[in-house]
């Protein structure tokens, strides 16, 4: 029993000892063991544009349905803000001596105005109709005639220019002309009378000594303006009456057109103190005053402006002044938005010569450039810091036959 045990136990390892051997060699443990694997890093391709999708298979109603999106909700866009309403505001010009033609004497001359505008009505407000076309209201002083009607006068300074000549003042945008002064009567009554018709006929508004018109610019301020002459010294009476006409007739804002003072002074007679001041007093906004042919002073007075002298403008009634300064006056009113009523919010002046040239006149008013000598020098007139001596305009030049 002993050696068929041993048989057996032989028999049986010769039988599996190489079975186990072979296992072993051919496991996968062996072959593939964990410390022996590497693990690869996997870089993502670059993305492609997709290639094209086969149209899809129409699916049954309720399977499309159920794969369509709800859409989500629409964002509500933010209000716009309201701008808060901003007051109206209006900005009226005024300018001096406008002189459209040139004495007897001179007409031949190829300096004269006549000549040198040529029949280019737009030549002598080139250089300033911008200013005139934004503002709501320009006012000149004419003086001199407009008539194609033939006439004579005695003085020795006298100005008739052509009924043509309106078209120079509605190409500078001139909207009124006074003709309160010493040669709106040059020519007699007939001819005064044409000159009025004749503005009229361009729609220039127009009043003499001692008269108002009311009118409403095109952005709807309703302005009087009373014109004062009277020989140089208009009466505070005359004055003061006009105003307060002009105010009873609802004129929004009043400007009162003087033409007054000392030849060639740079400084106030206490003559035109004391109608400016009755003027303001009464109710008037703005007095604008001419007729020295020179600047004088800018005054504040009880709520209202005084311009005292703004000089010439186009002025044909010299080729060559011994003083080309000049200003274009401004004065900006605002409507309130609570009540509509009109308050003055700013007056200006923009220094200018009455020439595009410095040695002869050419007719053509420019504005002179901020900062330099000549601006300063006639902004210096006009804000009362001019300490020149006053000039004496010599006519002798006129009369030959007198001298000697």
């Given at each position: 029993?002993?050696?068929?045990?041993?048989?057996?136990?032989?028999?049986?390892?010769?039988?599996?000892?190489?079975?186990?051997?072979?296992?072993?060699?051919?496991?996968?443990?062996?072959?593939?063991?964990?410390?022996?694997?590497?693990?690869?890093?996997?870089?993502?391709?670059?993305?492609?544009?997709?290639?094209?999708?086969?149209?899809?298979?129409?699916?049954?109603?309720?399977?499309?349905?159920?794969?369509?999106?709800?859409?989500?909700?629409?964002?509500?866009?933010?209000?716009?803000?309201?701008?808060?309403?901003?007051?109206?505001?209006?900005?009226?010009?005024?300018?001096?001596?406008?002189?459209?033609?040139?004495?007897?004497?001179?007409?031949?001359?190829?300096?004269?105005?006549?000549?040198?505008?040529?029949?280019?009505?737009?030549?002598?407000?080139?250089?300033?109709?911008?200013?005139?076309?934004?503002?709501?209201?320009?006012?000149?002083?004419?003086?001199?005639?407009?008539?194609?009607?033939?006439?004579?006068?005695?003085?020795?300074?006298?100005?008739l220019a052509p009924a043509a000549y309106t078209q120079i003042l509605t190409e500078g945008s001139v909207e009124v002309a006074t003709m309160a002064n010493n040669h709106a009567m040059d020519f007699g009554q007939a001819i005064y009378d044409d000159t009025a018709a004749n503005l009229t006929a361009a729609g220039i508004a127009n009043c003499g000594d001692g008269e108002s018109i009311l009118l409403t610019t095109d952005s709807g301020l309703i302005v009087g303006i009373f014109a004062a002459y009277n020989g140089h010294y208009p009466s505070v009476d005359t004055v003061t009456r006009g105003v307060l006409d002009l105010k009873n007739r609802g004129a929004e804002v009043i400007v009162v057109s003087c033409h007054w003072g000392d030849e060639a002074s740079y400084y106030t007679n206490a003559s035109q103190v004391q109608v400016a001041h009755a003027a303001i007093d009464a109710g008037a906004n703005i007095i604008v005053g001419h007729g020295p042919h020179r600047l004088e002073p800018y005054e504040e007075y009880n709520g209202g402006v005084i311009f005292y002298s703004v000089s010439n403008f186009v002025f044909g009634g010299n080729t060559i002044p011994a003083d080309m300064d000049t200003v274009i006056a401004q004065v900006v009113f605002e409507r309130s938005l609570e009540d509509g009523t009109i308050s003055l919010v700013e007056a200006r002046a923009l220094p200018c010569s009455i020439s595009s040239q410095t040695d002869i006149n050419d007719y053509r008013p420019t504005l002179f450039e901020p900062g330099t000598d000549d601006y300063k020098r006639a902004m210096s007139k006009v804000d009362g810091s001019w300490t020149g001596a006053n000039q004496t305009i010599d006519y002798s030049f006129m009369h030959p036959e007198r001298n000697g």
């Open positions: 029993m002993g050696k068929t045990l041993t048989r057996i136990i032989k028999v049986i390892a010769a039988v599996m000892i190489p079975g186990i051997i072979a296992i072993t060699l051919f496991s996968p443990a062996w072959a593939a063991r964990t410390q022996d694997v590497t693990v690869k890093t996997f870089t993502p391709l670059p993305t492609c544009a997709p290639a094209d999708t086969p149209a899809p298979t129409a699916e049954p109603a309720a399977v499309a349905a159920a794969v369509t999106p709800t859409p989500g909700p629409t964002a509500t866009p933010e209000p716009t803000p309201t701008p808060e309403p901003t007051p109206q505001q209006y900005t009226i010009s005024m300018i001096g001596d406008c002189t459209i033609a040139s004495y007897p004497k001179i007409k031949a001359w190829s300096s004269a105005i006549e000549n040198v505008i040529n029949g280019n009505y737009a030549y002598p407000f080139s250089n300033t109709a911008q200013i005139f076309e934004a503002d709501d209201l320009t006012i000149a002083n004419l003086e001199c005639s407009i008539s194609d009607q033939k006439g004579y006068s005695a003085s020795t300074f006298s100005f």
